[in-house]
């Protein structure tokens, strides 16, 4: 059964209170609901619109979002500098939720596809990285995890420019209220998710590591055709995860054994494929891989250059850059979410200072927010979910 509204364009989504926001175009469509353009009747603007399912599951979420986003923009980001989605109304029409956002342009997948999958300079990775980051520090400080960081996520506030805001924040949580565990969209779900460990903000910066690398070469770092397959790749490209998350991780032994090898330093094996789908009656289908290269530095290094890289100054400019987004991105990569650095880390990294990279980074240790150390500052308690 659908439990869509079926919007028109011309209609009029509004509340009792005189809000009136007229239908335009669609932006969009997801598991939430629809997002379409509006005019606000009263001030003229142009908003999107973010109708949710009338479903109690889509419409709770619903309501956390909006009260994640009140407490963000005002508490964390009252000048609205952090990369934010801001949150312009809510209201109740016809029994669906109508979340008014500011409208913005299109996502970072969208860019990537209409940039025919060819990847983005290093230039651009690193403004939008950066602004991520932002975004991230300030999650961090308001101790809020996304949840769902990805291309799709990412939206572009104009065509003709490259900043960017995070939005869909309908699957975040609280750092101290963890209880999902099927959470993140698969190609940028971390291992400590995978294995069913308890998880942290860490989660949110293994998926920006995702993202920088799928910008830089057009096509997902780790497109795993199922969960199995996602930690496949990860393991291929990165080695096995560490012993205690293997020890402490729920799902840990549908994919691991202990090892029997006399001769292997590791003490658990990834199941091979084959055992995988015997024991699980899960048909796994071969994995296909596309990227070229075993490791992170040859999947960045061994990238096509462009051909508008002509002299050889450029050329080592560019290996330069290459290589500190290889640190980068290792950076954020870590298997074990304790090493992971953390986004102020991450921040002063040569890859978004833009110095020179001259040896692999080693971040400065980081302070706690001031917000973990006056929990009351981090509290979404008495943030209205919604007006009218
Ligand atoms: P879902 O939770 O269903 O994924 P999102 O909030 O991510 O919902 O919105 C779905 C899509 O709608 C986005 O990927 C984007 O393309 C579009 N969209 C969402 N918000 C806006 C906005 N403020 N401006 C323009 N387009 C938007
Ligand atoms: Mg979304």
Redesign the pocket.
Known sequence: ENSDYILYVNDILGNEEGAKYIIREP?????????V?CQDLRTGAT??V?VVKNKPAFHQQGLF?VQVLRYLNERHDPDDTRNI?RLLDAFVFRGHLC?V???????L??LIRQNRYQGVSTNLVRVLAAQILDCLVVLNEARVIHC?LKP??I?LKRTDSAKI?V?????ACMEQQTVHTYIQSRFYRSPEVLLGLPYTAAIDMWSLGCIVIELFIGLPLFPGASEYDQLSRIIELLGLPPVYMLERGKQAGIYFARNDDPFSTNKYRFKPREQFARESGRTEAPSRKYIKGSTLTEVVMGYPMSSKLTTPEQQAQERMRRAALVDFATGLLHINPLQRWTPRQARSHPFITDEPFLAPFTPPTDRPSASSLHPRHASIDGYATYSG
């Open positions: 932006l969009g469509a997801g598991t939430f609901g629809q997002v353009k908003v999107a973010k979002e989605l979340l956002f500011e409208c913005l342009s299109v996502n997948y969208e769902d799709e996520n939206l805001k939005i869909d924040f309908g699957s």
